[in-house]
Structures are given as structure tokens and as C-alpha cells.
T-cell receptor, first 113, second 116 residues
Framework: DSGVTQTPKHLITATGQRVTLRCSPR?????VYWYQQSLDQGLQFLIQ???????AKGNILERFSAQQFPDLHSELNLSSLELGDSALYFC????????????FGPGTRLTVL | AQSVTQLDSQVPVFEEAPVELRCNYS??????LFWYVQYPNQGLQLLLK??????LVKGINGFEAEFNKSQTSFHLRKPSVHISDTAEYFC??????????????FGQGTTLQVKP
């Protein structure tokens, strides 16, 4: 158990819908990272937040957005969902100044029908 | 920009045999290197990492990896595998100096299949 929690574990929805994935980092970790794992794209970095502020951005679609709240939990919002958005979404966290040690949550499996 | 290539998509091996999973990377700047393991229906677990110092890095579960700067490689090895090592293995890099930015770049993964 990495100490990073993600909810829900599974999510099934329809095209065009909007969903919110939630991540709680390890106690004391200020950075949260979101990654997408899909069959065709592999594991891709989406976005990083550090202490509430966006710190780095990767291949994140405009239909996706994220935020980190004062209690340091983070949410990834996916809207206007398409079949191709079906993937495993991971959240990871790290302590301040140690991006080289990221602890991954169990992931949320999103299925878009 | 950085990229990671895992040279084998699948590696079948018999139990108690040695195994090597190959990883090459490309980067115009210095990088840190990692190997992660993903067991079925689970998240990613860090096996080992190279930040600096000795080029031979030892990790959990008996795995080790060797950083070769001239060949830009970071191959993962285990002298004797167990059935429980069956999993997906990912090589990854992160740019040096990323003290508060952590964009991990992953390879496509190698499926290790350990047969009895």
C-alpha cells in the first residue's frame, strides 16, 4: 500500500458525459501527479500540482482539467468523454523537493461506452 | 525532450532462470532513471532508481540495474526469477534538476512471463 488513495476504483459512463476522479496523496506530500495508461498511448504524464498550484503540464487534452485543493487532495475532471478516453488513470504523490520518488495510487479504470 | 525505448514487449522465461529486461533512453540533458513494476490490476511500484553514484543499482525483490551512460542504457536484471515476478515492467526517466517538477517519461513496458 503506497498510501495514495484514488476513488472510484472503476467508472463506467457514456460518451459525452463528464466525470471526476479523486486522489488523496500520502500524508505530508505536497505534489500530486496525474498519469493516463491506455493500450495505444502507454503511460503518459498529464499534469502536476504542487501545493495547490499547477507546476507542469504534459499531454493533457483541453477537455480535461485538474485542481488541487487546500487539503492537498486533487481531482481530475474529464468532460465530453470519447471512447478513446477509456484508460487507467493514476495519481502519484511525492514529498517536497523529491519528484524523483513518486508513490502511485491503485488507479481508476474509466470505461466510456 | 526525452524518450525511452524498451526493446522487448514480452519476455518469456522459465522459473529460476536469469532474466534481463532492456531499456534505452534518449535525452539532451542529464536524467534520473527508474524501473517500475505493475502487477495485474494494481498500481505502479518502484523497483529501483539511479540518481547518481555507483552505476549498479540494487532494488527490491532481488532486482538490479546497471546504468551505462555511453550506451544510454539502463537494463534490469534478476539472476533467478520466480512465478511471482510475472508482471509488467516499465523503464522511466525524469529530467535532472526537476526538484519540484516530476514529468516521468515511461517506456512502453515489457511483460515478463515466468513459466513453471
Amino acid at each position: 500500500d503506497s498510501g495514495v488513495t484514488q476513488t472510484p476504483k472503476h467508472l463506467i459512463t457514456a460518451t459525452g458525459q463528464r466525470v471526476t476522479l479523486r486522489c488523496s496523496p500520502r500524508s505530508g506530500d505536497l505534489s500530486v501527479y496525474w498519469y493516463q495508461q491506455s493500450l495505444d498511448q502507454g503511460l503518459q504524464f498529464l499534469i502536476q500540482y504542487y501545493n495547490g498550484e499547477e507546476r507542469a503540464k504534459g499531454n493533457i487534452l483541453e477537455r480535461f482539467s485538474a485542481q488541487q485543493f487546500p487539503d492537498l487532495h486533487s481531482e481530475l475532471n474529464l468532460s465530453s468523454l470519447e471512447l478513446g478516453d477509456s484508460a487507467l488513470y493514476f495519481c502519484a504523490s511525492s514529498v517536497r523537493g523529491r519528484a524523483d520518488t513518486q508513490y502511485f495510487g491503485p488507479g481508476t479504470r474509466l470505461t466510456v461506452l | 525532450a526525452q524518450s525511452v525505448t524498451q526493446l522487448d514487449s514480452q519476455v518469456p522465461v522459465f522459473e529460476e532462470a536469469p532474466v534481463e529486461l532492456r531499456c534505452n533512453y534518449s535525452s539532451s540533458v542529464s536524467v534520473y532513471l527508474f524501473w517500475y513494476v505493475q502487477y495485474p490490476n494494481q498500481g505502479l511500484q518502484l523497483l529501483l532508481k539511479y540518481l547518481s553514484g555507483s552505476t549498479l543499482v540494487k532494488g527490491i525483490n532481488g532486482f538490479e540495474a546497471e546504468f551505462n551512460k555511453s550506451q544510454t542504457s539502463f537494463h534490469l536484471r534478476k539472476p533467478s526469477v520466480h512465478i511471482s515476478d510475472t508482471a509488467e515492467y516499465f523503464c522511466a526517466v525524469i529530467q535532472h534538476g526537476s526538484s519540484n517538477t516530476g514529468k516521468l517519461i515511461f517506456g512502453q513496458g515489457t511483460t515478463l512471463q515466468v513459466k513453471p
